[in-house]
């Protein structure tokens, strides 16, 4: 793998997003290699609990805007098939590989643990909050400032589930962040940790957890995760996911481009971290 480090330690898997020198930023390569080291996770029947974690100073500035990314494949391709097929071909893309991947390790049978560092921006909230528990640095920091792109969220739109809705608004409307404590406050994180104890409480924590019975690991997150479902948050998340999408629409209607404002901007954050 280029961008995923994998390794086991007794019954944990630890998944190591391992690009860095982009802030972790998140590409078609990364989010397929994520995706198959989580897969094999599953598959390992001595794995009980599953670490996420970032090397580098930030967790993850989100997707990869950067012009370059843009302007290569698959983004390319999906652009010039909007004159003839519409929204299509770039929604389906999504739909698997943004908001797709992040339903699927939503509900993985195995519990997860998100450590988290720094920036955590925009799509680095999809890699966060499907995860069971999130342990935070105290120098991490929350936000999904793609209102500046004229879109009214990420694809997963886990905002009023992990904020409760008058802060979601509030975040969202701004383009605003919150630091780890804030975070802690609003139940969105279950601890706050030093940044230099921030693996050893992640992995102490999982090989806490790794002692369960994994049939009763299995039937305690997927009691917790259906409460949830029938409370509405499944057919939310799709709904939102849609006018996601529609966001895209009307910036191509607007000027002919996917996002109409605000790109160069969110790349100088996400090269920076902020």
């Known amino acids: ?9 007794d019954r944990v898997a630890v998944i190591t997003l391992n690009r860095p020198e982009r802030r972790n930023a998140q590409n078609a390569a990364l989010l397929k290699e994520l995706d198959e080291a989580f897969d094999r996770a599953v598959d390992d029947d001595d794995v009980r609990v599953i670490v996420l974690k970032a090397n580098g100073k930030h967790f993850s500035a989100g997707h990869d805007i950067d012009p370059d990314v843009f302007n290569s494949e698959p983004w390319q391709s999906m652009f010039s098939d909007v004159d003839q097929n519409g929204m299509l071909k770039l929604y389906k893309w999504e739909l698997k590989h943004f908001f797709g991947y992040s339903r699927k390790w939503r509900d993985l049978p195995k519990p997860t643990i998100a450590a988290v560092q720094g920036a955590c921006i925009a ?18 920091r929350f936000s999904d400032p793609v209102i500046r792109m004229g879109i009214g969220g990420v694809e997963y739109h886990g905002h009023t589930w992990e904020f409760g809705a ?11 962040a919150i630091d780890a404590y804030e975070a802690h406050r609003l139940g969105m994180v279950n601890r706050v940790v030093p940044r230099d104890q921030l693996e050893s409480a992640a ?6 957890i790794s002692q369960m019975h994994p049939h009763a690991l299995l039937m305690a997150k997927r009691a917790v995760n259906q409460t949830l479902d029938a409370q509405g948050m499944s057919n939310a998340l799709q709904t ?23 790109l160069d901007e969110m790349a100088a954050a996400n090269k920076k971290g902020q």
């Open 123 to 140: 799509a680095g909230l999809m890699l966060a909050w499907p995860c069971d528990l999130i342990i935070a640095a105290e120098d991490a």
């Open 166 to 176: 008058r802060k979601a608004k509030e975040l969202l409307f701004t383009g605003g």
């Open 203 to 208: 992995l102490t924590l999982a090989a806490e």
């Open 1 to 9: 793998m280029s961008f995923i480090e994998y390794e086991t330690i």
């Open 240 to 262: 939102t996911f849609d006018t996601h999408s529609l966001g895209h629409a009307n910036a191509w209607a607007i000027c002919g481009q996917i996002v109409t404002v605000g």
